[in-house]
């Protein structure tokens, strides 16, 4: 083969892997807002808010159950057809998803619908477990990877920007009689989306990476639990995770809250407030990810990380200790246009860390993989199960929230930002070096 046909099929691969990237934030932000049906259908219940969010948790639940698998999947049939396993995987879920709009609105009609929700989970796992590595192989490990993957990340968070604001605008207002018949304009878009991107990535020529390539006859002497800074990697991922979303989420129930307790006295609003300040944050983790791609390739993974961790802990110590002592007016991303708003000043000190946060995976993923060679898939696979940090570390985050308050409670993330910190200044140094690879 050619020079310029390997380089015309590399990127091809790469271009294909970012359309994943934002397929990935795609199906992952179709929960939420369809979860607003479900929550004014058991309004009645005293748990609607913890209903409604059932549908966001059976898609995180899925990557503890589908990451070693997904990434088993990857050493027996390949990049391309894991990826083409996981598209139809979603198309799967979300027609089961349609299908929950045939019964009756009630227990059996959400049972359907999360069973749907649970099997689009399984494909943003195997997708996740498809792109990171091969981005990462394509570029060569090292700032190109890492580039690669923060380029990804950037239309990853695009697409999580967008999605909500387009499945809300087809959705329009839900009552308490709203069914998932009612949205069916937004399913069968999605339906759409998993057809064509199938159909597409069937006739791409992507060959897997050489590098970590495994045959039939390949012998695993080691697993990527042979190798300290993977092992350490991992933990990274699940603190970074929970991290990520607990930042935002606690500070939406801070804001939210009118109590003395909460930041949102005398806010008119407060809830709404709460939920564009977090939105916010997703928006400069966006913001973070476009800047940070163009930097990448001159500032390693491990000088960035330790760059962003330690901004964050600042910003984070500065939140807890200043609180609610004064306010300040802050710009907030409503969805159409931003608007200025008063907040406690801690608020505007814990959006921020969206933009330290917005490079963490790429750049732990990077550092947790460099020199596994051929243990690359086996890796990915298990980094997907400790996504389920995302659900873990915010329940025990809002826990000491319920029980000292929301700035204390800050105290995880400020720990969890201490630990990728070191991470990155000595736990992802390779001191396996003898392992072949």
Same mark, same amino acid.
């Given at each position: 083969?050619?020079?310029?046909?390997?380089?015309?099929?590399?990127?091809?691969?790469?271009?294909?892997?970012?359309?994943? !990237?934002?397929?990935?934030?795609?199906?992952?932000?179709?929960?939420?807002?369809?979860?607003?049906?479900?929550?004014?259908?058991?309004?009645?219940?005293?748990?609607?808010?913890?209903? @409604?969010?059932?549908?966001?948790?059976?898609?995180?639940?899925?990557?503890?159950?589908?990451?070693?698998?997904?990434?088993?999947?990857?050493?027996?049939?390949?990049?391309?057809?894991?990826?083409?396993?996981?598209?139809?995987?979603?198309?799967?879920?979300?027609?089961?998803?349609?299908?929950?709009?045939?019964?009756?609105?009630?227990?059996?009609?959400?049972?359907?619908?999360?069973?749907?929700?649970?099997?689009?989970?399984?494909?943003?796992?195997?997708?996740?477990?498809?792109?990171?590595?091969?981005?990462?192989?394509?570029?060569? @490990?090292?700032?190109?990877?890492?580039?690669?993957?923060?380029?990804?990340?950037?239309?990853?968070?695009?697409?999580? =920007?967008?999605?909500?604001?387009?499945?809300?605008?087809?959705?329009?207002?839900?009552?308490?009689?709203?069914?998932?018949?009612?949205?069916?304009?937004?399913?069968?878009?999605?339906?759409?989306?998993?057809?064509?991107?199938?159909?597409?990535?069937?006739?791409?020529?992507?060959?897997?990476?050489?590098?970590?390539?495994?045959?039939?006859?390949?012998?695993?002497?080691?697993?990527?639990?042979?190798?300290?800074?993977?092992?350490?990697?991992?933990?990274?991922?699940?603190?970074?995770?929970?991290?990520?979303?607990?930042?935002?989420?606690?500070?939406?129930?801070?804001?939210?809250?009118?109590?003395?307790?909460?930041?949102?006295? @005398?806010?008119?609003?407060?809830?709404?407030?709460?939920?564009?300040?977090?939105? =916010? !944050?997703?928006?400069?983790?966006?913001?973070?990810?476009?800047?940070?791609?163009?930097?990448?390739?001159?500032?390693?993974?491990?000088?960035?990380?330790?760059?962003?961790?330690?901004? %964050?802990?600042?910003?984070?110590?500065?939140?807890?200790?200043?609180?609610?002592?004064?306010?300040?007016?802050?710009?907030?991303?409503?969805?159409?246009?931003?608007?200025?708003?008063?907040?406690?000043?801690?608020?505007?000190?814990?959006?921020?860390?969206?933009?330290? =946060?917005?490079?963490?995976?790429?750049?732990?993923?990077?550092?947790?993989?460099?020199?596994?060679?051929? !243990?690359?898939?086996?890796?990915? %696979?298990?980094?997907?199960?400790?996504?389920?940090?995302?659900?873990?570390?915010?329940?025990?985050?809002?826990?000491?929230?319920?029980?000292?308050?929301?700035?204390?409670?800050?105290?995880?993330?400020?720990?969890?930002?201490?630990?990728?910190?070191?991470?990155?200044?000595?736990?992802?140094?390779?001191?396996? =070096?003898?392992?072949?690879?």
């Amino acid at each position: 083969m050619s020079q310029n046909k390997q380089q015309s099929g590399s990127w091809i691969a790469i271009v294909t892997m970012f359309f994943l !990237y934002a397929m990935i934030s795609f199906v992952t932000n179709l929960a939420a807002p369809i979860g607003v049906i479900w929550k004014n259908a058991f309004a009645d219940t005293g748990s609607a808010n913890m209903i @409604g969010m059932l549908g966001n948790a059976m898609n995180f639940l899925a990557y503890l159950f589908m990451g070693i698998p997904a990434g088993k999947m990857l050493t027996k049939i390949g990049y391309k057809k894991t990826a083409l396993v996981g598209i139809g995987t979603g198309f799967v879920g979300v027609f089961v998803q349609f299908l929950s709009g045939m019964f009756p609105l009630g227990i059996g009609g959400f049972a359907v619908y999360l069973l749907g929700a649970f099997i689009s989970g399984f494909c943003v796992c195997m997708l996740n477990t498809v792109v990171n590595p091969m981005l990462n192989l394509i570029g060569g @490990g090292g700032n190109r990877g890492n580039q690669l993957n923060l380029i990804g990340g950037t239309l990853n968070s695009l697409s999580g =920007t967008l999605t909500p604001m387009l499945v809300g605008a087809l959705i329009g207002t839900v009552t308490a009689n709203t069914r998932m018949v009612d949205v069916n304009l937004v399913l069968y878009i999605a339906m759409a989306v998993f057809a064509l991107a199938f159909i597409v990535l069937a006739f791409i020529p992507i060959a897997d990476p050489e590098r970590g390539k495994v045959t039939k006859d390949t012998v695993f002497e080691h697993s990527p639990w042979a190798f300290r800074h993977f092992v350490l990697g991992t933990i990274a991922i699940f603190v970074y995770v929970g991290v990520e979303v607990g930042i935002p989420g606690t500070l939406n129930f801070f804001i939210s809250d009118t109590t003395e307790k909460g930041g949102g006295a @005398g806010l008119m609003n407060a809830a709404a407030i709460g939920g564009f300040v977090a939105g =916010t !944050y997703w928006f400069l983790m966006l913001v973070g990810r476009t800047i940070s791609a163009f930097l990448a390739g001159k500032v390693s993974s491990k000088q960035m990380m330790v760059f962003a961790t330690t901004l %964050g802990m600042v910003f984070i110590l500065c939140a807890m200790f200043l609180g609610k002592s004064s306010t300040v007016a802050m710009p907030v991303f409503t969805g159409k246009s931003f608007e200025m708003v008063t907040v406690p000043i801690a608020a505007l000190f814990l959006v921020l860390c969206g933009l330290c =946060t917005s490079v963490m995976w790429p750049c732990i993923f990077n550092l947790a993989c460099e020199g596994l060679g051929k !243990y690359s898939a086996q890796a990915s %696979g298990i980094f997907m199960m400790m996504v389920v940090g995302g659900g873990i570390l915010p329940l025990v985050q809002n826990f000491i929230a319920d029980n000292t308050g929301y700035m204390v409670s800050y105290i995880v993330p400020l720990l969890g930002l201490a630990f990728m910190c070191y991470y990155a200044l000595i736990g992802s140094k390779n001191v396996n =070096t003898d392992i072949p690879v």
